[in-house]
């Protein structure tokens, strides 16, 4: 079987140019001012969480934990520390005082350059219609370490992608 020459970006995932812009804008994270290399990651970052903010009918959005890791390094390194300004100004609001509780007061210190946490929120609607039947009450641990039991839905189906 013949097979056609690919180009050396089709062999690569989607992920793995972001990647490498990623890896580049280290470079240019020294100085003040973002190099035009941070500020096309940083461009890029913003326009991915303004779309996935947007609202969005009865599509769904799928984003891999990976690549908005991936944006969220490169924007914190690329923008040098101003990247919750930024999407503030991209998203049209204020993030300040909606996150609480995910890194505990005196965890983080003055040479701290990037904290990574995690957090589960849904602000929307379901694309699937969701039976209350599929609620149960499920534990759920708190960060004090004590177990609470809440409704939690739990959905099974087969994703195109």
Known sequence: MWLSPLSP???LSPLSPLSLLSLLSLAGSVTPEPAPV???VTDLGLRLFREALSPRGDTNVA????GVTSLLVALQVATAGRGRRQLEEATGF???GLVTGLVPPGAVG???RLVVASALSFRGLW???VSPKATRPRPFR???G????VPMVALAGRFRC
Do not use: A, F, K
């Open 146 to 149: 004590t177990d609470v039991t």
């Open 142 to 144: 708190r960060p004090d």
């Open 9 to 11: 970006l089709s062999l």
């Open 38 to 40: 941070s500020q096309l």
């Open 63 to 66: 984003l891999s934990p990976l």
């Open 110 to 112: 003055p040479q701290t």
């Open 127 to 129: 694309g699937v219609p």
């Open 94 to 96: 204020s993030i300040d």
